[in-house]
T-cell receptor
Framework: GAGVSQTPSNKVTEKGKYVELRCDPISGHTALYWYRQSLGQGPEFLIYFQGTGAADDSGLPNDRFFAVRPEGSVSTLKIQRTERGDSAVYLC???????????FGPGTRLLVL | AQSVSQHNHHVILSEAASLELGCNYSYGGTVNLFWYVQYPGQHLQLLLKYFSGDPLVKGIKGFEAEFIKSKFSFNLRKPSVQWSDTAEYFCAVKIPQGGKLIFGQGTELSVKP
């Protein structure tokens, strides 16, 4: 149906807390991607899934970050022990196949106080 | 590692002026190239893409880009900008077999009516 959706649209948390960000891709899209965009920068790749498996997680900054896609559709990005430097817009994208165009969602704006 | 450089951080033009935004990438092999646009308050949208074939590609809203392999460049052009083109523009590159998009830092375009 509609495009990529992400929830919540905004998230404010305190340093040290755990957060989960959700991405619902375009129906039928097998590939799903996570990016992070800091103020004044372009999106930075974090991880992508082909089906249920993470095909490339080279962009995850450290082991506080983890993402899952258990049924090959919805994905959750999980951040443990949040730090102020994690504040950014987290973008999700999906594509029919890995080689195809990526369509982006509106993002989740995360603020860590 | 691949990287993308966008030469102009902020461009200000009057309506009907011509536009050219520079984009250079560093990677010696075959690449897919993209320009994405983010209008104020909206999410990233694809303007145009180059995978293979004619190096001059046309996108939506009168935009075009030319891939010059010898210069590792993929500059975006529009002959006559409109106020509604005010947005942030991102160049991105991808290795065809992979899923990771590498973005430039973006160029903010302001068009004065």
């Amino acid at each position: 149906g509609a495009g990529v959706s992400q929830t919540p649209s905004n998230k404010v948390t305190e340093k040290g807390k755990y957060v989960e960000l959700r991405c619902d891709p375009i129906s039928g899209h097998t590939a799903l991607y996570w990016y992070r965009q800091s103020l004044g920068q372009g999106p930075e790749f974090l991880i992508y899934f082909q089906g249920t498996g993470a095909a490339d997680d080279s962009g995850l900054p450290n082991d506080r970050f983890f993402a899952v896609r258990p049924e090959g559709s919805v994905s959750t990005l999980k951040i443990q022990r949040t730090e102020r430097g994690d504040s950014a817009v987290y973008l999700c994208a999906s594509s029919g196949q890995v080689q195809e165009t990526q369509y982006f969602g509106p993002g989740t704006r995360l603020l860590v106080l | 590692a691949q990287s993308v450089s966008q030469h102009n951080h902020h461009v200000i033009l009057s309506e009907a002026a011509s536009l050219e935004l520079g984009c250079n990438y560093s990677y010696g092999g075959t690449v897919n190239l993209f320009w994405y646009v983010q209008y104020p308050g909206q999410h990233l949208q694809l303007l145009l893409k180059y995978f293979s074939g004619d190096p001059l590609v046309k996108g939506i809203k009168g935009f075009e880009a030319e891939f010059i392999k010898s210069k590792f460049s993929f500059n975006l052009r529009k002959p006559s900008v409109q106020w509604s083109d005010t947005a942030e523009y991102f160049c991105a590159v991808k290795i065809p077999q992979g899923g990771k998009l590498i973005f430039g830092q973006g160029t903010e375009l302001s068009v004065k009516p």
